[in-house]
T-cell receptor, first 115, second 113 residues
């Protein structure tokens, strides 16, 4: 089936530390991959995406590379800020078959950044 | 600006009552979705609709109902049959098959009192 597994949180970092949130997936077809961010009390915002192998998505200093050989899409940021504190969700969508159009989410990883 | 509007932001319901959550989008998106979010459980799909007048059950449809009479609107009714309705509800929409991702509303927090 289709599923996303991401590292469990919470993740607590000091400001300017390096961030990695691991995400791996299983897919019955050829997926597009996403990272969403959720700030407290709000909906989800698309952070970045990648639609084919070796693509790198990037936004606001965050990056993730679509690795087909390891079925991974790890989120990284070189220097986190307090304002990055949020919950991060990895997700995939399949481009064909009966599950076409459905977005599969990981459980989310809570990130807290201290000044 | 285009977007998705969910209302109300906070909703309180007495046990045994039905309640309807509103979701409206002006993005001209074809597909719309309802998710439920509980602490530590991520997002679970309740219902989705890919075209007007058609919708499908997701993973946790029991105790919920939807309608899609207009492209812009996808209201969710939480019925008295839903055993544990207190949660954060998120509506989303996507263009076509969603391969560019979804756009989410800001959510409705429902509390049963």
């Amino acid at each position: 089936g289709n599923s996303v597994t991401q590292m469990e949180g919470p993740v607590t970092l000091s400001e300017e530390a390096f961030l990695t949130i691991n995400c791996t997936y299983t897919a019955t077809g050829y997926p597009s991959l996403f990272w969403y961010v959720q700030y407290p009390g709000e909906g989800l915002q698309l952070l970045l995406k990648a639609t084919k192998a070796d693509d790198k998505g990037s936004n606001k200093g965050f990056e993730a590379t679509y690795r087909k050989e390891t079925t991974s899409f790890h989120l990284e940021k070189g220097s986190v800020q307090v304002s990055d504190s949020a919950v991060y969700f990895c997700a995939l969508i399949i481009d064909r078959g009966s599950t076409l159009g459905r977005l599969y989410f990981g459980r989310g990883t809570q990130l807290t950044v201290w000044p | 600006d285009g977007g998705i509007t969910q209302s109300p932001k906070y909703l309180f319901r007495k046990e045994g009552q039905n309640v309807t959550l509103s979701c409206e989008q002006n993005l001209n998106h074809d597909a719309m979705y309802w998710y439920r979010q509980d602490p530590g459980q991520g997002l679970r799909l309740i219902y989705y609709s890919q075209i007007v007048n058609d919708f499908q059950k997701g993973d946790i449809a029991e105790g919920y109902s939807v309608s899609r009479e207009k492209k812009e609107s996808f209201p969710l009714t939480v019925t008295s049959a839903q055993k544990n309705p207190t949660a954060f509800y998120l509506c989303a929409s996507s263009m076509g098959q969603g391969l560019s991702g979804y756009t989410f509303g800001s959510g409705t927090r429902l509390t049963v009192v």
